[in-house]
């Protein structure tokens, strides 16, 4: 049943993204509505990855590291998502699809700093120091991804192109749809991760099994 409330949801907000009036100070913003809200769930993603991680390195819980990967990958793909509409919406208001805007840059390096992350995780063959490792890359990695996309652009103000009133400014519709998409994405990202931890779980089963048999 959730799962059709959350597909309501979400096409109840694709909707709206097209019908709702532009935001202040762009040009075009109908692709702010997934591109905005893609990015905010990328960055609730790893920080639940760092906390699933904690809970990995104090319970020693397999299901623990298990959701704190799946949220690292879940999260990557939003990540994903959101650069790609980042870049029509930056197409659109600026141009060009890549203007070394430091919001730009910082989404990137973020998501290169994740791809590293996995595949140092899958680099290590004890599966105990594997967890543990990765409970610390996801820690790292989210305090990174903050950095890089949230504060990164605000050291330097005068270099990006992104407006830094849009919320103020533009209408309470706009306000209204944006974050009702924030939370449709929000609810998806907590179903996905939800499913790719119960299949990390059962291949780990399975292999402990084969195990056993062999």
């Known amino acids: 049943m959730f799962n059709y409330v959350i597909g309501l949801w979400i096409a109840t907000g694709?909707?709206?993204?097209?019908?709702?009036?532009?935001?202040?100070?762009?040009?075009?913003?109908?692709?702010?509505?997934?591109?905005?809200?893609?990015?905010?769930?990328?960055?609730?993603?790893?920080?639940?990855?760092?906390?699933?991680?904690?809970?990995?390195?104090?319970?020693?819980?397999?299901?623990?590291?298990?959701?704190?990967?799946?949220?690292?990958?879940?999260?990557?793909?939003?990540?994903?998502?959101?650069?790609?509409?980042?870049?029509?919406?930056?197409?659109?208001?600026?141009?060009?699809?890549?203007?070394?805007?430091?919001?730009q840059i910082g989404i990137v390096a973020t998501l290169l700093t994740y791809g590293a992350l996995f595949a140092l995780r899958g680099a290590v063959d004890d599966e105990d120091k594997r967890r543990d490792l990765w409970a610390v890359y996801a820690i790292f990695g989210a305090v990174a991804a903050i950095f890089?996309?949230?504060?990164?652009?605000?050291?330097?103000?005068?270099?990006?192109?992104?407006?830094?009133?849009?919320?103020?400014?533009?209408?309470r519709l706009y306000r209204v749809a944006l974050w009702f998409n924030v939370i449709g994405y929000i609810m998806l990202l907590v179903q996905l991760a939800g499913l790719r931890a119960?299949?990390?779980?059962?291949?780990?089963r399975l292999k402990e099994l084969s195990w056993v048999t062999s």
């Not at 890089?148 to 209408?171: G, V, W």
């Not at 119960?198 to 780990?204: C, I, Q």
Request: glycine fraction near 6%; include cysteine; charge should be positive.
């Open 148 to 171: 890089m996309t949230y504060i990164f652009r605000r050291l330097m103000p005068e270099a990006t192109l992104h407006p830094n009133d849009t919320l103020i400014k533009s209408s």
């Open 198 to 204: 119960r299949l990390e779980m059962a291949g780990r």
């Open 14 to 103: 694709i909707v709206m993204g097209f019908l709702m009036p532009p935001a202040a100070n762009l040009q075009q913003s109908t692709a702010m509505y997934f591109h905005v809200p893609m990015a905010i769930t990328m960055l609730v993603a790893f920080l639940l990855a760092a906390w699933q991680g904690v809970q990995w390195l104090r319970r020693r819980e397999s299901r623990n590291d298990a959701l704190s990967l799946a949220y690292g990958e879940v999260g990557a793909f939003c990540g994903l998502i959101a650069t790609a509409t980042g870049s029509v919406w930056a197409r659109a208001n600026w141009g060009a699809y890549w203007n070394w805007d430091p919001q």
